[in-house]
């Protein structure tokens, strides 16, 4: 019969025999999947695993460094943290088409990723945090938004390029119990338990031309409204939460003057397979709090609106 602590030892017995001494990279995202395939790594080979994180510039508030102390400090997880926001936000520079950002994104991504690793010219495997689901929907003929949803995290060439073999430890693990592994190899439930955030990030929540202005601004509303969302304990109600970036201005008033400020929607949904979705019933008294949080404490947003859309015919997010 099966048991956790069993199926660890197993699975680490298992990345021993298959690398050896031999040195892996893995492409640390800060998402569930890459999270979790790094813990179970490092728990089997050490330090012959090295990490690579790209900060792209569209992450979520504080989500480096909360990163870096998970993996680097609490765990002894050997990661390079790189910092890339001036490269992405360079070439995002005058691009408003949801696709291209995307296709800009992902290729920066290798670029960026590519450049460490050939820095690390011991490393003979390539680890990548795929799970079942994944390694079905590459079977099967692949729907076009599959595609485009898994093209971030796949490194396309990158393998055959820096000739690294695929180390894919998840590979028969479905999404829940890769969160309890995650949980059982030491990893913050908060971690684990994350909604999903999407590869381009924070790129593809700002309407149209990404500015680091506009994501810093984001960065800071979206955490208050998943702050709220905690607190009033609706967080895990909802299957994914998020604010917008309207590039938008509106007149506002505070004090005796008048104010021209930007626009920030929240979106929150329950959904079993992000196929369809409903808007989340949120109370109004806690959207009431998430709007007057945002709009005084975000100096440069004066307006919050909520999204009642569905999917279909609205998709999650705004791009
Ligand atoms: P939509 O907006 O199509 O989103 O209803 C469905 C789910 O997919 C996520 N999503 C993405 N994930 N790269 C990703 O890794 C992407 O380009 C991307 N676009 C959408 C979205 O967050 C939602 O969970």
Known sequence: DWTMPGY???AVARIREQVGSDEVILGLSGGVDSSVAAALIHRAIGDQLTCVFVDNGLLRLNEAEQVM???ARNLGVRVIHVDATAQFMGHLQGVA???AKRKIIGREFVEVFQAEAQKLPAARWLAQGTIYPDVIESAGGKTKKAHTIKSH????GLPETLKLSLLEPLR???KDEVRE??????LPREMVYR???PGPGLGVRILGEVKKEFADLLRRADAIFIDELRAADWYDKTSQAFAVFLP???VGVMGDGRTYEYVVALRAVETQDFMTARWAELPHSLLGKVANRIINEVRGINRVVYDISGKPPATIEWE
């Open 248 to 250: 938008v201005k509106s």
């Open 172 to 174: 028969e693990l479905f």
């Open 195 to 197: 909604h999903p955030f």
């Open 69 to 71: 102390e998970t993996f």
């Open 97 to 99: 088409d949801p696709e």
């Open 181 to 186: 592994l995650g949980v059982a190899l030491g």
């Open 153 to 156: 995290h796949n490194v396309g």
């Open 8 to 10: 660890i030892d197993e």
